[in-house]
């Protein structure tokens, strides 16, 4: 096993995503960071180059919600060690309301999209003895989220599929694992609020009223940060981690009120 790994983070222009690879290149990895359109992917690269002073951080600009995409990503990257399945979309929509199309639009995003990449990157994995999926869920994988159903049915399949291939990749040396965050203060997250809370509230007071009102189990009391999901990514995709696998690990501030995942 080399020492420079190679990881690559979906959907890391932004958000958690971004964090995530940011955290890694701060360890000295290969990192490649994708998003849809070059500029912005190229852009996102650049700004982790900076922050870091880490030179090996590459875009890759890929649609990974479809079947191209996903080819386009591993003809430009032929092999990864750590595969951080994070790209994921969210929207509110009355569950009697959802068509069929949005709800197949969901499951291509959220779900194909690391099973694609995943069994892909999977076999070369398993053949060098080492190698780190992770799934980026929610706490909506075990609460289902009334105001998104078809979300919350995607996240819990992340967490059923995550399983089942820890289950297949069994003594392999490469573990498969399912991060739960909770709601968490991303780009995506403050337009969700403005709108929500109202456009001319205060940051800071939106995400108070927020907690209060809409997210009132969580033990944390404020929305999570993305650099704190990134640490629990950085954490199981690391040696250190190695004895956990077909997991699932909350970084959700207790909002899912229970003992159990
Ligand atoms: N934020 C939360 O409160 C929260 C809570 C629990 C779980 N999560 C999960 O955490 C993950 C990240 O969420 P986030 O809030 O950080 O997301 P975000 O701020 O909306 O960022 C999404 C990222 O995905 C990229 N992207 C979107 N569609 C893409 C596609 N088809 N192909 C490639 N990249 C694509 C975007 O890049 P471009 O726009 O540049 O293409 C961007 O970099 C998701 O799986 C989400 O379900 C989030």
């Not at 779900?111 to 892909?120: H, Q």
């Not at 392999?172 to 991060?179: I, R």
Request: charged letters at 25%; hydrophobic letters at 45%; glycine letters at 10%.
């Amino acid at each position: 096993m080399s020492s420079v790994r190679t990881v690559l983070v979906s959907g890391s222009t932004a958000g958690i995503g971004f964090a995530t690879a940011e955290a890694f290149a701060r360890d000295g990895a290969r990192v490649i960071v994708n998003g849809r359109d070059e500029e912005r992917t190229a852009d996102a690269a650049a700004r982790i180059r900076e922050a870091t002073g880490h030179d090996a951080v590459e875009p890759v600009a890929a649609d990974l919600a479809t079947a191209e995409g996903a080819a386009a990503m591993v003809a430009a990257v032929p092999q990864v060690d750590v595969l951080v399945n994070n790209l994921g979309i969210f929207g509110a929509q009355p569950v009697f309301e959802i068509p069929d199309d949005e709800w197949r639009r969901f499951f291509e995003v959220n779900v194909l999209s690391g099973v694609r990449l995943a069994r892909a990157y999977a076999p070369g994995m398993r053949e060098r003895g080492w190698g780190r999926i992770v799934f980026v869920a929610s706490e909506s994988a075990v609460m289902p989220p009334t105001e998104m159903v078809h979300y919350g049915m995607t996240k819990t399949a992340q967490v059923a599929v995550s399983r089942g291939m820890a289950q297949e990749l069994k003594g392999s040396g490469v573990t498969v694992n399912t991060v739960m965050p909770g709601s968490t203060l991303t780009p995506g997250v403050e337009d969700f609020l403005r709108e929500r809370i109202g456009a001319d509230v205060p940051l800071e007071e939106a995400e108070r009223r927020f907690m209060a009102e809409e997210r009132p189990t969580s033990l944390l009391g404020r929305l999570i940060r993305p650099h704190e999901v990134a640490s629990i990514v950085r954490y199981v995709a690391s040696d250190e981690a190695s004895a956990t696998t077909g997991g699932l690990l909350r970084v959700d501030g207790g909002l899912a009120p229970s003992i159990l995942p």
